[in-house]
């Protein structure tokens, strides 16, 4: 259950009204990352030595855990300039645009 609600926090539309960075900032998508791929490599060794009827339930909760990884959010790195909000990448592409946008070099 809680990896289906992770993955509906990840999977919010782009037309919603719901804000994915209220759930999600640079240490949390990291940490999570961190969990699934714990997770995942746990099913999988387990996958080695199930049973059939075992085999079907991990196979179910793996390919959950993949669409959860798929998911996830970018990370983001906001601008800090007052009034400017634009959202980035990477520091390489933020760097850039402070230099060209509002005349900071770093």
Known sequence: ??????HNMTSV??????NVSTYWNNDT???LEEVLE?????????MDVA?????EEIQSLRRLINA?????PEPIICC?????????KNQEEL?????????IKK
């Open 13 to 18: 539309k782009s037309d919603s009204k719901v």
């Open 51 to 55: 049973s059939p009827s075992e085999l």
């Open 68 to 72: 959860l990884n798929n998911d996830i």
């Open 95 to 103: 760097e850039s645009h402070m230099s060209r946008r509002h005349g």
């Open 1 to 6: 259950m809680a990896a289906k609600a992770l």
């Open 29 to 31: 998508i990291k940490k």
């Open 80 to 88: 800090q300039e007052e009034k400017c909000g634009r959202k980035f």
């Open 38 to 46: 714990s997770l995942g490599d746990e099913l999988d060794s387990i």
